[in-house]
T-cell receptor
Framework: AQSVTQLGSHVSVSEGALVLLRCNYSSSVPPYLFWYVQYPNQGLQLLLKYTTGATLVKGINGFEAEFKKSETSFHLTKPSAHMSDAAEYFC?????????????FGTGTSLTVIP | DVKVTQSSRYLVKRTGEKVFLECVQDMDHENMFWYRQDPGLGLRLIYFSYDVKMKEKGDIPEGYSVSREKKERFSLILESASTNQTSMYLCATKGDLTNQPQHFGDGTRLSIL
């Protein structure tokens, strides 16, 4: 089975604190991994992606994520939270199989930033 | 930059109406998708299309149909709208390479009264 799990549907952090949003995947083949952000009443915007190469990936707005194959994880971090980071975050994985590309989303993590 | 345009940001319709949601992309992408998003359920795939006139059912196709007559346009049709179809609808596009991300429109918030 191939899937994406986001641990914690709601995460709250204080402004200036570390942001850590967790994502684990299950796959029997090498995945391509993505993080998206969704602000209220908007579509999903790509934050960053891992395809090949360096396992630490930097994205927009100061976010980064590290692909850890041994842990099947792709956690999203930001050293210092801003109020503007409050949003919904989605982890996604795409795989190539004999039936074509398969794209899977996690159920999302809502980030609240406390002043 | 990829631009994915959904025809309406907000839409209110009545039960039993036939509803059309339109999505247009400017990147010549082969793949287009329709999702609905509900609190606590994440994104659920309704239909996708990998070429003109081609379509595949997603996880929740019941009560919906789609049309793709031109590469840049993918329409979602609610044949007879019901209140349980009140939701946020998101259109996305993607190129053919496996490592390419999906690109999303701003969504249509549809209310069925």
């Amino acid at each position: 089975a191939q899937s994406v799990t986001q641990l914690g549907s709601h995460v709250s952090v204080s402004e200036g604190a570390l942001v850590l949003l967790r994502c684990n995947y299950s796959s029997s083949v090498p995945p391509y991994l993505f993080w998206y952000v969704q602000y209220p009443n908007q579509g999903l915007q790509l934050l960053l992606k891992y395809t090949t190469g360096a396992t630490l990936v930097k994205g927009i707005n100061g976010f980064e994520a590290e692909f850890k194959k041994s842990e099947t994880s792709f956690h999203l971090t930001k050293p210092s939270a801003h109020m503007s980071d409050a949003a919904e975050y989605f982890c996604a994985v795409t795989l190539f199989s004999n039936t074509g590309n398969q794209f899977y989303f996690g159920t999302g993590t809502s980030l609240t930033v406390i002043p | 930059d990829v631009k994915v345009t959904q025809s309406s940001r907000y839409l209110v319709k009545r039960t039993g109406e036939k509803v059309f949601l339109e999505c247009v992309q400017d990147m010549d992408h082969e793949n287009m998708f329709w999702y609905r998003q509900d609190p606590g359920l994440g994104l659920r795939l309704i239909y996708f299309s990998y070429d003109v006139k081609m379509k595949e059912k997603g996880d929740i196709p019941e009560g919906y149909s789609v049309s793709r007559e031109k590469k840049e346009r993918f329409s979602l049709i609610l044949e007879s709208a019901s209140t349980n179809q009140t939701s946020m609808y998101l259109c996305a596009t993607k190129g053919d390479l496996t490592n390419q991300p999906q690109h999303f429109g701003d969504g249509t918030r549809l209310s069925i009264l």
